[in-house]
């Protein structure tokens, strides 16, 4: 399996922008993980989905975030309109809960950084 | 303070000596997780270790759970300049599907 894929990995865009990242989670996988990554933060849980119905997003910031996942094979987060402060690494992650087993598969990431 | 605050927050070693991060948690647990993660990259799962275990081995990495002291050790022996990373411990509360807290890491440095 060629695991978490996340796309872009590089995001430059100017402040008032749309965002969109994307993810396809390990197929099989019946959850997915949105993670932010900041320095001042360390990496908080934005939301999460079992099989593609969202279950916890009380880690979204404000109503400029917005998460979907249309299928089991595909997420987007999307920022709408992006601020400065949204800069930060952003992570997908999925796994497969079995039994007590739950690790979590990260994707490389999607370092946003807007001006 | 989060659940899962691990301690050191920084660790500097020289190759060949072990390494010991410690991680602590204030609510019950189902499971206790460690990751890396790499500079730049996304989070590795290393070992996972269930609530009604005790100590869980696998290659160079050696875990203990004290779920009476709500605490948690990763030991790394035998360390290599490979294994500077920034751990992390992650703990599953049983209560949220397959949701982790993740605390704010250790940053490894092993020197060659």
């Known amino acids: 399996d060629a695991g978490v894929i996340q796309s872009p990995r590089h995001e430059v865009t100017e402040m008032g922008q749309e965002v969109t990242l994307r993810c396809k989670p390990i197929s099989g996988h019946d959850y997915l993980f949105w993670y932010r990554q900041t320095m001042m933060r360390g990496l908080e849980l934005l939301i999460y989905?079992?099989?593609?119905?969202?279950?916890?997003d009380s880690g979204m910031p404000e109503d400029r975030f917005s998460a979907k996942m249309p299928n089991a094979s595909f997420s987007t987060l999307k920022i709408q309109p992006s601020e400065p402060r949204d800069s930060a690494v952003y992570f997908c992650?999925?796994?497969?809960?079995?039994?007590?087993?739950?690790?979590?598969?990260f994707g490389p990431g999607t370092r946003l950084t807007v001006l | 303070s989060q659940q899962g605050e691990e301690d050191p927050q920084a660790l500097s070693i020289q190759e060949g000596e072990n390494a010991t991060m410690n991680c602590s948690y204030k609510t019950s647990i189902n499971n206790l997780q460690w990751y890396r993660q790499n500079s730049g990259r996304g989070l590795v799962h290393l070992i996972l270790i269930r609530s009604n275990e005790r100590e869980k081995h696998s290659g160079r990495l050696r875990v203990t759970l004290d779920t009476s002291k709500k605490s948690s050790s990763l030991l790394i022996t035998a360390s290599r300049a490979a294994d500077t990373a920034s751990y992390f411990c992650?703990?599953?509360?049983?209560?949220?599907?397959?949701?982790?807290?993740f605390g704010e890491g250790t940053q490894l440095t092993v020197n060659p």
């Open positions: 992650a703990t599953d509360a049983g209560t949220s599907g397959s949701r982790l807290t």
């Open positions: 992650a999925s796994s497969l809960q079995q039994g007590s087993y739950n690790e979590q598969f």
């Open positions: 989905f079992n099989n593609n119905v969202p279950i916890d």
